[in-house]
């Protein structure tokens, strides 16, 4: 949430929440600012493309070599003793994560009107980036939404064998929406965004998003190229949002070389 250019204290209390959020979404869709957003557009294409294709050639051949194979080893669905597996992977689930730091903003946006003039920007800066977590994690979770329907994977079993290539494009049914795995997708995003903003928390993100994808195997949702994919699909569109909101000099400042830091490390 970009800073206000001077709440009206005078105005009602709901006027000027509603003032908050109408100055934070005019500075996502402002043009960009930045003078070296062009170095870091560069910076962030290159990343994005080794991403994607590391991903590529690393889902290819979990599908080809390994898919099959290691959901065989996996015990039953409904197994009793997954009960552990079954609520850490709900730590995942987006609707529950998106609607967890929606709230967070609603909160900042209420707060921000009655706190005092020297705490404001603090609350601004936060609501800042808790836009930046929230758009990291929605942004690639609608887009596999779309990838699922097109693709169309089969999970674990469905039609009764361990077939990693049960593909029926277009089927648009949950059975059918195994690629890429939205959970995956969820934790590795939301991992790389809070790490993004708070650096120090990078090996306990990722240690987290690593056990998400565990839960989602264990628990034969989907196949190790279904959560790898998902993990490459959450980053990625995790660093394309911090790219966006850096351009607009908005919790995070661009370095000569195009290096992308949290504004408060600038």
């Known amino acids: 949430m970009p800073a206000p250019s001077g709440l009206d204290e005078a105005s009602p209390y709901f006027v000027q929440v509603f003032g908050v959020m109408r100055r934070s979404f005019n500075g996502l869709v402002r043009p960009p600012s930045s003078p070296l957003r062009a170095e870091a557009a560069a910076r962030t294409r290159r ?7 590391i991903g590529a050639v690393a889902v290819a051949g979990l599908m080809v070599f390994v898919d099959a194979w ?6 039953p669905r409904g197994t009793a003793s997954l009960w552990p597996a079954r609520i850490l992977t709900d730590f995942a689930k987006d609707e529950y994560v998106l609607t967890a730091l929606l709230l967070a903003l609603l909160i900042v946006a209420l707060v921000v009107p ?3 003039e020297n705490l404001r920007s603090r609350w601004l800066g936060l609501g800042t980036q808790f836009e930046y977590l929230f758009l990291a994690v929605l942004i690639p979770v609608l887009a596999s939404e779309v990838i699922k329907w097109v693709v169309g994977r089969g999970r674990p079993f469905v039609g009764g064998k361990a077939n990693a290539f049960n593909f029926v494009p277009f089927n648009g049914t949950e059975a059918h929406f195994s690629l890429p795995s939205a959970h995956s997708i969820t934790a590795f995003a939301l991992a790389f965004a809070v790490s993004a903003v708070w650096p120090r928390t990078r090996v306990v993100m990722f240690a987290y998003a690593i056990v998400i994808l565990l839960t989602r195997l264990v628990l034969l949702a989907h196949h190790p190229s279904d959560v790898v994919a998902g993990a490459v699909i959450g980053v ?3 660093m394309a949002v911090r790219y966006w909101f850096a351009a607009r000099r908005l919790g995070f400042a661009i370095g000569g070389g195009g290096e992308i830091v949290p504004l408060s490390r600038h």
């Open 114 to 116: 009655r706190s005092r």
């Open 47 to 53: 990343q994005i493309a080794w991403l994607l294709g």
């Open 236 to 238: 990625v569109g995790a």
């Open 70 to 75: 290691e959901i065989g080893l996996m015990p």
